[in-house]
């Protein structure tokens, strides 16, 4: 069964709505720190006593801005999360269930990528939703903008490939 999320948001170190389109993880010029946030409902759409072969997150990275994958080593990591109620603009600090279980992008090249986040799945079974929170390992402070844009459910930076929650099941 292939998933788009019910929420997909830039989530703004300050709270605030973002003023761009797209799903936008690193930082602004202004040093606001930008995660991304997914919420998929899978809970009425998988059986309660399915068995989950594999699952993947598939977003597609469509623009890099400065450098954000600097200094080296610096990616961006999954986070598998709890967004309670409502995926909303103050959801930046939610509470994390899993701290980076996989790295989705480790450089600027541009396309779609994919992590494997099976295990995530199955522990989101009982609940509603698999919720997740895409964030770079470092940012850098220099009151330049550098930031890496995903398309979003909306496909407003129009590459024609929505995220996506890939999940195999029987």
Known sequence: ATFVPSTDLTLMSDG???????????????????????????????????????????????????????????????????????????????????SNIGTFSSDATLGVRDLDVTAAVVADLAGLTSDFLLRFTATVNDASAAFTRFDDVENSLGSGVRPELIVVYH
């Open 16 to 98: 605030s709505a973002p003023a761009f389109s797209g799903l936008n993880a690193g930082d602004t010029a202004t040093d606001l720190r930008m995660r991304i946030g997914l919420r998929f409902g899978i809970a009425f759409f998988i059986p309660a006593n399915a068995v989950i072969e594999s699952a993947h997150l598939r977003l597609n990275q469509v623009s890099v801005t400065g450098n954000p994958y600097l200094p080296p080593g610096t990616e961006i990591v999954v986070d598998r999360a709890n967004f309670g109620v409502s995926l909303a603009a103050d959801d930046f600090g939610t509470p994390v269930l899993a």
